[in-house]
């Protein structure tokens, strides 16, 4: 016989023999058993500790050069959905793009609604500045669960939920807690004429700015029952928010100045003139505004321990600036205003700037990505971005959603409610809720319960994600 066939003989030996080199051996001492294998844990069965969280990948470099700007609907244009009409107070459910859910409530005052606010199923709604009247709507048909119709001041601002409480202030002059599931008055506190900012909460404080006997003021009350705990002096009316982060609480005011105070004491731990055009985005030890600078708005990072700018980003051409309340002259602007607000998420920073959204590395400035909406013409045409998850969330004034993949800018989905949204779109639970200018509440379903997280201005009570 040859090398050759019984080379062939010994392979075919050894394909259909036993594989017993890599069975187990029986275990010393059971008298040749093999030891029985351990029993597998059903499906969802309690194994001591979750996993341990992926690894989030190292942030990319940008590109070397800055990348083109592309419009919105370049890539998937807005599709136009069909928003039915309700009677005032009155809820009307329909689908779009296919099998997707949406629903439309008309709230019965008609008027311009600021930012909504998600908790506990529900989403809560202003009825705006020229009402005593404020609204929970079920999160999923859009009926209205309770209202609240006899507020002790009116104009009610963008709310807040946290612990089945939701609290907001009114225009003038109230700062008020209702129960989330009753709408049931759980206190209210007098504050002065106007009080315009939202407020912010964490670890059972709220925080709010208003008029005080010798100026405005930001103070800090008791989450239960209102109680004072401190006040300090500020040089003007606080733009959108409070912002909690850590163990401080900051805040931009229309009289240029930025402030850090300690949130358990008031103690000041610093103030600086840096011109912010809108509320503070506090990632880690560096706080980050948008600038008015003579070159139109820049990105500016600060030092959250001094307030000292630590770098500045080019300046766009800012006409849309216009619209930043610099005194009190019109109340309503000053309740209703947003504003360039930054938003850091995965060491990556997001902004809309009148018609150009960009994410940009927050170290140089560099840009990843950059859209734009060829419909500006110089206004602020796109309102803040809104984070959640692997997306962001942005409106335009002309009533357009989008959603863009935070890694390339690019659009995974696009929809046209046909109604100016001017607050910042909230997410919740695979939902996107937007507010109308003219007393629309608009949902839609545009993904699955993991899209998430966004469920207020700023995303928290806190406003810092």
């Known amino acids: 016989m040859t090398t050759a066939k019984l080379t062939r003989l010994?392979?075919?030996?050894?394909?259909?023999?036993?594989?017993?080199?890599?069975?187990?051996?029986?275990?010393?001492?059971?008298n040749g058993a093999a030891t029985v294998p351990a029993v597998r844990p059903a499906a969802?069965?309690?194994?001591?500790?979750?996993?341990?969280?992926?690894?989030?990948?190292?942030?990319?470099?940008?590109?070397?050069s800055r990348p083109r700007p592309i419009d919105l609907g370049t890539d998937r244009p807005a599709v136009p959905v069909g928003v039915p009409s309700?009677?005032?107070?009155g809820a009307v459910g329909f689908m779009f793009g296919g099998?997707?859910?949406?629903?439309?409530?008309?709230?019965?005052?008609?008027?311009?609604?600021?930012?909504?606010a998600y908790g506990g199923g529900k989403?809560?709604?202003?009825?705006?500045?020229?009402?005593?009247?404020?609204?929970?709507?079920?999160?999923?048909?859009?009926?209205?669960?309770?209202s609240a119709d006899q507020l002790p001041d009116n104009g009610p601002t963008a709310p807040i939920y946290e612990d089945d409480r939701v609290i907001f202030n009114t225009e003038s002059c109230t700062l008020v807690a209702l129960s989330a599931k009753t709408g049931k008055l759980l206190w209210s506190k007098w504050l002065g004429d106007p009080t315009l900012a939202q407020v912010a909460l964490a670890d059972g404080l709220v925080f709010a700015a208003h008029p005080g006997a010798k100026g405005p003021?930001?103070?800090?009350?008791?989450?239960?029952?209102?109680?004072?705990v401190w006040t300090r002096p500020v040089d003007g009316e606080v733009y959108a928010t409070p912002v909690v982060a850590g163990d401080s609480v900051y805040a931009s005011t229309i009289g240029g100045h930025s402030y850090r105070f300690l949130r358990r004491t008031g103690k000041p731990v610093w103030t600086r003139r840096l011109n912010a055009t809108t509320a503070p985005f506090i990632a880690g030890d560096e706080l980050h505004i948008s600038q008015r600078t003579k070159a139109g708005e820049a990105q500016v990072v600060v030092s959250a321990a001094t307030g000292a700018v630590v770098r500045a980003h080019a300046a766009l051409p800012a006409a849309y600036l216009s619209d930043v309340p610099r005194d009190l002259r019109d109340w309503k602007q000053l309740w209703a205003f947003e504003g360039s607000r930054p938003v850091i998420s995965r060491g990556v920073r997001y902004v809309a700037r009148g018609g150009v959204i960009e994410a940009a590395d927050p170290d140089t400035g560099a840009a990843y990505w950059i859209r734009t909406d060829a419909a500006a013409r110089g206004k602020r045409s796109l309102g803040n971005v809104a984070v959640a998850g692997a997306q962001v969330v942005v409106s335009t004034r002309t009533g357009q959603v989008y959603g863009l993949d935070v890694d390339t800018g690019y659009t995974l989905w696009a929809y046209d409610v046909g109604h100016a949204v001017v607050a910042q779109p909230i997410v919740a639970r695979g939902w996107v809720y937007v507010?109308?200018?003219?007393?629309?509440v608009i949902a839609l379903e545009?993904?699955?319960v993991t899209l998430d997280g966004w469920h207020m201005f700023g995303g928290n009570p806190r406003h810092n994600v």
Request: aromatic content about 8%; overall charge neutral.
């Open 10 to 30: 010994a392979l075919i030996a050894l394909a259909v023999a036993p594989v017993g080199c890599h069975r187990r051996q029986p275990t010393p001492g059971t």
């Open 44 to 64: 969802g069965a309690d194994i001591g500790s979750p996993p341990p969280l992926p690894k989030l990948a190292p942030r990319r470099p940008p590109p070397p």
């Open 217 to 228: 003021e930001l103070s800090a009350y008791n989450v239960t029952n209102g109680a004072l």
């Open 99 to 116: 099998e997707q859910r949406g629903w439309v409530t008309r709230l019965p005052d008609g008027n311009q609604v600021p930012a909504l």
């Open 435 to 440: 507010a109308t200018a003219d007393g629309l």
């Open 446 to 448: 545009v993904a699955d």
């Open 123 to 146: 989403v809560f709604a202003s009825g705006g500045f020229e009402t005593y009247n404020f609204y929970a709507l079920d999160a999923v048909e859009g009926r209205i669960v309770w």
């Open 86 to 89: 309700p009677p005032r107070g």
